[in-house]
């Protein structure tokens, strides 16, 4: 796989601010790439694995979790301490009203998140609304 270098490089600053990381651009540009290699650096730097929290909202094995009180359930068990908790969820759009759910954890929970999508929803009034001031935005 091929390091994203110049987009990591802009992600790092940010990967323990609370800000929510938004990744957008075209179908098969990359996105999930990022996030794994992301997920790579931070376990280098000594996060555990119970402290991330990893959602390809395209693999059916998620299906279930694109009703926003399904997903908010799934990931609020995976939180079981006050240590932080790198959140990934790739492809959000599919979940319904997902600008909720996520607002929720940054404003509750110790976490830094990570999302992705190729659909206009993610950059549509509903997230803006919701997390105004709280993203910052990466196009791939």
Same mark, same amino acid.
């Given at each position: 796989?091929? =390091?994203?270098?110049?987009? /990591?490089?802009?992600?790092?600053?940010?990967?323990?601010?609370?800000?929510?990381? +938004?990744?957008?651009?075209?179908?098969?540009?990359?996105?999930?790439? =990022?996030?794994?290699?992301?997920?790579?650096? =931070?376990?280098?730097?000594? =996060?555990?694995?119970? %402290?991330?929290?990893?959602?390809?909202?395209?693999?059916?094995?998620?299906?279930?979790?694109?009703?926003?009180?399904?997903?908010?359930?799934?990931?609020?068990?995976?939180? +079981?301490?006050?240590?932080?908790?790198? /959140?990934? *969820?790739?492809?959000?759009?599919?979940?319904?009203? *997902?600008?909720?759910?996520?607002?929720?954890?940054?404003?509750? %929970?110790?976490?830094?998140?990570?999302?992705?999508?190729?659909?206009?929803? /993610?950059?549509?009034?509903?997230?803006?609304? %919701?997390?105004?001031?709280?993203?910052?935005?990466?196009?791939?």
């Amino acid at each position: 796989m091929v =390091i994203r270098t110049q987009y /990591l490089e802009r992600l790092r600053p940010f990967y323990d601010s609370e800000l929510v990381k +938004v990744i957008t651009g075209i179908r098969r540009c990359g996105k999930s790439t =990022i996030l794994r290699q992301v997920i790579a650096e =931070i376990k280098e730097n000594g =996060i555990e694995d119970s %402290h991330i929290v990893y959602i390809n909202f395209e693999d059916y094995k998620y299906h279930k979790l694109t009703d926003a009180d399904a997903f908010y359930e799934y990931v609020e068990q995976k939180i +079981v301490d006050e240590g932080k908790y790198y /959140l990934f *969820f790739d492809e959000i759009q599919n979940v319904n009203n *997902f600008e909720l759910v996520v607002n929720s954890f940054r404003a509750t %929970h110790n976490v830094s998140i990570f999302i992705t999508g190729s659909n206009s929803k /993610l950059l549509s009034g509903e997230l803006a609304t %919701h997390l105004s001031g709280r993203t910052v935005s990466l196009r791939v």
